[in-house]
């Protein structure tokens, strides 16, 4: 009979064997890993039996909650009833057709179709490689740019990693790939120097038309950006961002690219980011809140401008994954979307949760090393700074954020930290106790901030 390993013996097998998704090896192995072993609710338990409140829903998607037994049944089912089968070659299984209809009827009318994947990295892929077979289709062959964000993410394939705008990524395996530019990101706090945050977002919205002048209207296919920019640090972009930067895509004929990945399916209090700030983009890349993280599932939403060109002109993209459409993964897809809509999430966000939330978020901005507390739906960033009335940052800020999301750990709260900016992002299921909850732990970490660093 085998035995349960003891907490130890794991850690030493994880050190031996598992090599960790952005994590530093060197760092935890000597450290030890910490280790999750359940969950339920907006609660994690470790292996040691700390209990956390998880201000993150894992990774910005379990947005239902841990521990829905209904999504975990309608699973078992359908591995039960067929575990797997392929939609290549003019096949499919009703699971994938019935998640197709179910995330257009969100999508707005123009967009009416989904192209499956098992992530977001593979969607970016995806609709990067349609973009192109797009522009070739409509006799423009040369239209093969894309320009995207500094700081914004869009993960970790070849492809991801080259249309974030992460430097340390760039820098492992000389990245970006040709044919991708950068323009700078609406970050108004750290670079919008004496412009208000209106004028701002023209200005940054505006890099892009410079961005396309340069490289020639011809030339370039797609822009890409996140509604709100997450792992970038939950940058809220100036109402006057979006407005422009979907002006100026109609203007110069370049596809407009949403990266729901973090902002699809309630976040915002809307379905999509794109609803939110009110533009219609011609692909939109989706995963995580699709089936809130219970299996992996991603997509790209396909607009019908795009889409007639790629069912009528290329007939057959030569593109997919041996899981697009997985049955098993879009069943529990659908069922993740059917808790979402029967509970009323969407509009719980819009129209309760999400507006208490931000009154206890910003009430943090009154906090002495608090510069901006800002948020949207259920995402919130939180801006650091060593002086509020100049916007001056921390000389370095690597190492705040950490400094207070460890505190906040310690404390057992999970909150997520890029630099100087701390990210929230909570389960849409959220009761007003542990918003209260999560602010009160953020607000003690906050003077241990003060406490510590000058
Ligand atoms: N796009 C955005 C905006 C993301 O936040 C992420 C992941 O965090 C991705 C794409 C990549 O998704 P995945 O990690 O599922 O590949």
């Known amino acids: 009979m085998n035995e349960k390993p003891t907490i130890s013996n794991l850690a030493a097998i994880d050190a031996a064997h598992h090599i960790h998704p952005f994590s530093d090896m060197k760092e935890l ?26 201000g993150f829903a ?21 591995m039960q009833e067929l575990p797997y089968y392929n939609s290549f070659f003019g096949t499919t299984t009703p699971p994938a057709i019935l998640l197709a209809q179910k995330i257009a009827s969100h999508a707005g009318p123009h967009m009416n179709r989904v192209f499956f994947t098992n992530s977001g990295s593979e969607a970016t892929d995806t609709w990067f490689r349609m973009a192109r077979v797009y522009w070739k289709a409509l006799g423009m062959p040369e239209k093969t740019l894309v320009i995207a964000r500094r700081n914004g993410y869009h993960g970790s394939t070849v492809a991801g990693a080259s249309l974030g705008g992460m430097k340390l990524m760039h820098e492992q395996g000389n990245l970006p790939i040709d044919g991708i530019h950068h323009i700078g990101q609406p970050y108004w706090y750290a670079e919008g120097g004496d412009l208000s945050p209106e004028e701002f977002g023209l200005q940054a919205a505006r890099e892009l ?21 997450g792992a970038g640090g939950v940058i809220i972009p100036p109402d006057t961002y979006w407005p422009e930067i979907s002006r100026i895509c ?9 990266d729901e990945v973090i902002c699809g399916f309630g976040r915002l209090g809307s379905w999509f980011g794109y609803q939110h700030y009110g533009f219609e983009p011609d692909l939109a890349p989706i995963a995580k809140g ?47 979307l059917r808790i979402i809509e029967d509970e009323g999430l969407v ?48 000389a ?13 750990l310690e404390n057992g709260l999970i909150m997520r930290a890029t630099a100087d900016r701390m990210l929230a992002s909570p389960a849409f299921t959220i009761t007003r106790g542990e918003v209260d909850e999560m602010v009160g732990t953020l607000s003690k970490a906050l003077d241990h901030l003060a406490e510590t660093v000058t």
């Open 58 to 78: 894992g990774l910005w998607c379990v947005n239902v909650g841990y521990g829905r037994k209904s999504i975990a049944d309608a699973a078992y089912r359908q």
């Open 250 to 258: 109609k203007a110069r004929n370049i596809l407009l690219v949403s």
């Open 209 to 229: 038309e410079a961005k396309i002048d340069e490289l020639g209207e011809d030339k370039v296919a797609a822009f890409v950006a996140e509604p709100i920019q």
């Open 290 to 336: 699709l089936s809130s993280g219970y299996l992996p599932i991603g997509g790209v939403l396909v607009s019908d401008r795009v889409a007639d060109v790629m069912v009528n002109e290329v007939g057959d993209f030569f593109h997919g994954y041996t899981y697009s459409g997985h049955p098993v993964a879009a069943a529990a897809a659908l069922e993740n």
């Open 396 to 408: 370095k800020p690597d190492d705040i954020g950490s400094l207070v999301r460890n505190h906040c």
């Open 29 to 54: 192995n000597a450290k030890g890993t910490r280790i999750i072993e359940r969950a339920e609710g907006r609660h994690i338990w470790d292996s040691t039996g700390k209990k956390y409140l998880d």
């Open 347 to 394: 509009e719980r966000i819009r129209d309760d949760i999400g507006p208490y939330f931000a009154k206890g978020w910003k009430s943090l901005e009154a906090h002495p090393v608090v510069g901006q507390a800002d948020c949207v739906g259920l995402i919130g960033g939180l801006q650091l700074a060593a002086d509020k009335a100049t916007r001056r940052r921390y």
